[in-house]
């Protein structure tokens, strides 16, 4: 008799469990632990309290991302309490035998940047890192999740976490993605569809025809932001395009054919159950931005600001709130919105790809007199390849400053920050008050595009218009 | 490793009301620049504590000295939305929460609170909301969370209130931090690792 059919993520979690604890939780193998200088210090700390050694060092991977200057390479750092920590990790690192890809190697970036580049992200694994976005690995077909530190600790304590079972929604996005509609679009909307708290006790599992024609980085750009909807993993079915995009890589595996045949055996079986399914026309998704304090109040571009007694009761209070620290007017088109600061990079849009589309439309073109405008590449290879590609020379002669690789000022714990009330049109993944560094700042999500686009304006606009997108084969 | 059995909180409340309330609201991420978690507990809330121009104290429950005793917190949904940041959680036992009481929470933030011992309890929306008015009238009145029976009492008024079983079941037996459990199994730990191609090879 045929086994009941599953999905990629009962058989990557059923190939882990360990077994079952007392509270009735699973005991998980994490096969790939990553780990950056904000939240791993603490938890070697526990270990040296409890006088414990990493299990498997050979299992865990470090950067730093979160605390490095984007515009100083020489240390020590001119913010001392940067400095302290970027010299901690390294020295866990060292008496840990821990990889680290420190900035001195070329490798250093964003940690969900880097465990694709150097194919230490694969299909079938399980990958945790003290990080929220480590939901990006999923794009691999890899479960990975983010994790606290006392986790962060169980991981190098014993190479496993205490976890419940996920259950597991699939969301087909079908159909043709409009010319310049991209995958932040994707997820902008199904977070609006489905909630920011749509997701809670689910793992999202990306499929359909957009997801089929989409490269890796595009999903990695969708996985990356399932816990902006609520779902502390995502992830897509490996395919050739997984296989193609690892072919090569530093840690892909030497025996190729077999490692592709145990990824292509892991896929959800066709006509496996899922616990929930959400269908989702391509056609009906238009470039998506921010309105609001959270990254599920969007509208397309050409919408107005909600009104908040337009909403559901539930969501009338944040959309007051939102509508207070963004100074924005119910009713009135976003569009024509001034911007002041445009902020192309982090883990959710810093890859080459991300790049190269945004320096394809900018070349030519001035960032408005009036905009600060900086670009981030998420790794040194990105950087590295995007200044052989002369990628950079477009974007500087634009007016926008190339910075070093780093998470820079998504989270804005380097020197990267918004001052004051300032407005960023900006490609990352979060827009909660006072995320970009300064208390009454305001970001408003947007693909890397239409970042471009606002920051050659001024103003949030509809990139598709300025640049003539989808006009001339008309 | 035995740790305290945590089938109850009790002490006074603080309302601090509203949907979403991320890690970065919790604890803003430049207070994140350390190597340990002391000292977190005053960052607590901060910028929504005090103003941003001249950090003087903002009009808000967290320094309004009625609540200044209060040990549980009470909130809307999606409670701790965000980052997986300890340091949110962390912050909040510092600052001397021992329980939170909202409509629900974030995945990983629930977690993260559990494995300090914090109770986080699930309760309807018109609950939190008549439990933080009788609150804000009377700021000494107890609360008392029994996390063995699922309920919250406040002023002798019982409300349902919910945690998922393995949590609960954690915070009862005082197996709520796993790591002696998981450490407690390395031999079938390695048999698993064995299995696995990307491990072993």
Known sequence: MQDKPKSLFEKVWEAHEVGKLSDGRSQLFIGTHLIHEVTSPQAFGMLRDLDLPVRYPQRTFATVDHIVPTDETNEPYSDSLADAMIKELRKNCEENNVTFFDVTSGKQGIVHIIGPEQGITQPGMTIACGDSHTSTHGAFGAIAFGIGTSQVRDVLATQTLALSKLKVRRINVDGELAPGVYAKDVILHIIRTLGVNGGIGYAYEYGGEVFDNFTLEERMTVCNMSIEGGARCG?????????????????????????????????????????????IRAEDILPTVTWGITPGQAIFIDQ???????????????????????????????????????????????????LQEAARYLKGRKVADHVKAIVVPGSQVVAKIAEEQGLDKIFTEAGFEWRGAGCSMCLAMNPDKLIGNQLCASSSNRNFKGRQGSISGRTVLMSPLMVIAAAVTGEICDARELFEIGRSAA | MALEKITEVSGTGIPVMGDDIDTDRIIPARFMKCVTFDGLGEYAFFDVRFNESDGSPKNHNLNDERFSEASILISGANFGCGSSREHAPQSLYRYGFRGILAESFAEIFFGNSITLGMPCMTLSRKDLNEIAAKVSEDPSAAIHIDVLNRKVSVGGIDYAADIPESAREGLIEGRWDPIAELLETSASVDKVAGTLDYVSS
């Open chain 1, 235 to 279: 992830y897509v079915n490996p395919d050739e395009t997984t296989y193609e995009y690892l072919r090569g890589r530093n840690y892909a595996p030497k025996d190729w054919d077999t490692a592709v045949e145990r990824w292509k055996s892991l896929c959800s079986d066709p006509d496996c159950e899922y616990d929930d399914v959400v269908n």
């Open chain 1, 304 to 354: 107005s600001i909600p009104r908040p007694e337009d909403l559901p009761e539930k969501d009338r209070g944040t959309a007051e709130e939102a509508l207070e620290h963004m100074s924005l007017e119910p009713g009135k088109p976003i569009a024509g919105t001034k911007i002041d600061v445009a902020f192309l990079g982090s883990c959710t849009n810093g890859r080459l790809s991300d």
